[in-house]
């Protein structure tokens, strides 16, 4: 569904429904890591629809860390 190979380095960032948590998962090498964030206040940007978004470095640090 995501045609991306999870074993490339590919980092891939979902969303729970109401927005108010984000889950990384991303392989190292060695194995995976999944990384949760969730929000106590406030939601994350996330655009409406199903279709896969390509987030640059930088637009995936703001995400996460603001």
Request: charged share 20%; hydrophobic share 40%; proline share 5%.
């Amino acid at each position: 569904m995501l045609e991306a190979d999870p074993f490339s380095g590919t980092v891939f960032v979902f969303t729970n429904k109401n927005r108010q948590a984000l889950r990384i998962l991303v392989y190292d090498g060695q194995g995976f890591w999944l990384c949760h964030k969730r929000l106590s206040q406030g939601r994350f940007f996330w655009p409406e629809g199903d279709d896969p978004l390509t987030l640059s470095a930088q637009q995936l640090q703001m995400l996460v860390w603001n």
